[in-house]
């Protein structure tokens, strides 16, 4: 069993943001090149900052980016998460790209030699995670065949494209019980295989109920969700004490 981590994906793209999220005591940090505005450069001194600050920086890469994930990974990522990776092949790829032989095809390339000593290439299959994404019935219908591979670390759940493939609406899924039931296959292929078990969630009780099923890391929305729940909740609060210090000030006139 791995000790529990708790992350976050980072949407904006700017160090400041990820020094602020690594130092808040977040232990790993995905920078999400799948939906988000990073080039690599951003992603490139994001990463470090998130490592100099003592978390681990993971790459979201986009849907098949597997020659992205050798990049990823050769400008300091901690580990990859590979989206919508529905086939054993998909999976067996991706691991490829990620591992260096004999294990894997991963191009010896980078500065990591620079940041981590000359043994990097040496530690670096041990050291660094590749995450399948599994967020579609298509996975889950075959979880135990990806999880199988060598090279893959674990897998990621993504419960909202999960639904999504079902026919479900974007929210209030949970009870479904073919989701269910895939989530619960999906931890059972990691259980058996050792791998390990992440997903993302959407509030603390959800969390609480996927630390609770046997998930090991944990994700919790973004940057981006606690900045605009924030100032949207902060912006109607203001509001409010402005109308009704208004209305004193008419009333006493």
Not at 153 to 167: E, I, M, Q, R
Request: net charge negative; aromatic share 8%.
């Amino acid at each position: 069993m791995n000790d529990m981590q708790l992350g976050i994906f980072q949407n904006f793209p700017t160090p400041m943001v990820s020094r602020y999220l690594a130092q808040l005591g977040w232990e790993w940090i995905i920078i999400d090149l799948q939906h988000g505005t990073f080039n690599w450069e951003t992603a490139y001194e994001c990463i470090h900052t998130i490592r100099a600050a003592g978390a681990r920086p993971f790459v979201r890469v986009s849907i098949e980016g597997f020659s992205e994930i050798n990049r990823a990974l050769d400008l300091g990522a901690s580990g990859v998460i590979v989206p919508m990776t529905n086939s054993q092949d998909a999976a067996t790829r991706a691991a490829r790209a990620a591992k260096y032989p004999p294990r894997g095809e991963r191009s010896i390339g980078g500065d990591s030699w620079y940041h981590y000593g000359p043994q990097y290439p040496r530690t670096a299959n041990q050291d660094t995670l590749l995450f399948i994404q599994m967020e579609h019935i298509r996975a889950a219908d075959c979880i135990e065949d990806m999880m199988a591979v060598d090279g893959v670390d674990g897998c990621y759940v993504g419960p909202t494209d999960l639904a999504l493939s079902l026919g479900l609406p974007h929210d209030d899924f949970e009870s479904d019980p073919t989701h269910k039931a895939a989530i619960e296959r999906t931890l059972h292929a990691c259980r058996n295989s050792g791998k390990i078990a992440a997903t993302n969630t959407y509030s603390i009780d959800d969390a609480r109920s996927k630390a609770a099923q046997g998930f090991e890391w944990i994700t919790i929305r973004s940057d981006m969700d606690l900045f605009l729940d924030s100032a949207a909740r902060q912006l109607t609060e203001l509001r409010l004490a402005a109308a009704a210090n208004t209305g004193v000030r008419r009333k006493g006139e």
